[in-house]
């Protein structure tokens, strides 16, 4: 079932018996879901399973309501072919919605049920920052971030824009100081930059290569190897940096970025810390689990 075929089922009050609602983005679905209620003329009810309600379908004499009822991720409705033929006929007056975390194509029930199967993903960035900027008052580079920062997923952007609002911090601020919760990430290489250029979110992405456990030596390598294309790029003073220095393109580009942080004797000093502490773990003479708390008080 296409997205407007739902739509138009609301605004033309007609709905079907039957819905199943799958996807990763959960809270347009509640949106929907709220508009149908209002639209049918029926109260939502979430139920824990379809069977809880089955018998009083079968049984209209004790029924005067009729509901939108709502059921997430009922195992035996999915595998019960029987119990949806009849479920169906039960439904006079109601409208069920089955919210399902997960869908398996390959199934019976999906190949079966597809007609009622409506899919929402994810909304493409640039319709999300429109939701969001009707929320909160952020230009665009900042929105840029918190739509990254909660992986695009809306139902999470209007939980941390609540906490924005709440902190009275800027989305910049919020990130930061960890006022936005951020899922573990592979933060080895914005670590590393923040090292080089002696930033002050380091140790929040210093906490971001523990809580994955980011191999100490691996962090060693990029550090020693950004830091001495960024030495190589900030003392060169020839023409062709390409040729000075052995440098790629890419390399170049990533160096430059860090040049002017740091003097020159402080990037050698980086530079040599990171070749005492790979000999030491090497050698079992420095316990790695030590190391980075190490290397971060010597240089910060």
Not at 157 to 184: F, W
Not at 187 to 193: L, N
Not at 241 to 259: D, E, M, P, R, V
């Amino acid at each position: 079932m296409e997205i407007t075929k739902l739509k138009s089922d609301i605004l033309n009050h007609t709905p079907e018996k039957f819905y199943i609602f799958s996807g990763p983005e959960w809270k347009i679905q509640w949106i929907y879901i709220q508009k149908m209620a209002e639209s049918f003329g029926k109260p939502m009810k979430y139920i824990d399973s379809v069977s809880s309600i089955h018998s009083k379908l079968n049984n209209r004499s004790f029924i005067n309501q009729s509901y939108v009822y709502v059921v997430r991720d009922d195992s035996d409705l999915v595998g019960n072919e029987n119990l949806l033929t009849t479920l169906e006929k039960s439904l006079v007056n109601d409208v069920l919605i089955l919210l399902l975390t997960t869908l398996d194509k390959r199934t019976k029930f999906y190949k079966k049920y597809s007609d009622k199967i409506c899919m929402f993903e994810y909304m493409k960035p640039e319709i999300l920052q429109k939701y969001i900027q009707k929320e909160i008052d952020i230009d665009d580079n900042s929105c840029k971030h918190l739509m990254e920062a909660c992986e695009y997923d809306y139902g999470r952007c209007l939980l941390e824009i609540d906490k924005i609002k709440r902190s009275g911090k800027t989305v910049a601020e919020a990130l930061i100081e960890g006022v936005i919760y951020q899922p573990p990430q592979d933060a080895i290489f914005d670590f590393v930059d923040a090292i080089i250029d002696n930033s002050r979110n380091v140790f929040y992405l210093y906490e971001q290569c523990k809580q994955i456990n980011e191999s100490t030596l691996a962090v060693l390598s990029v550090l020693y190897n950004n830091t001495k294309a960024t030495l190589q790029i900030q003392a060169y003073t020839g023409e062709d940096i390409s040729k000075g220095t052995g440098l790629n393109y890419f390399q170049i580009q990533n160096a430059k970025k860090h040049t002017g942080k740091r003097k020159n004797s402080e990037l050698i000093y980086i530079m040599e810390l990171c070749q005492k502490c790979q000999e030491g773990i090497v050698t079992g003479t420095i316990e790695e689990e030590f190391v980075l708390d190490y290397i971060l008080g010597e240089i910060l």
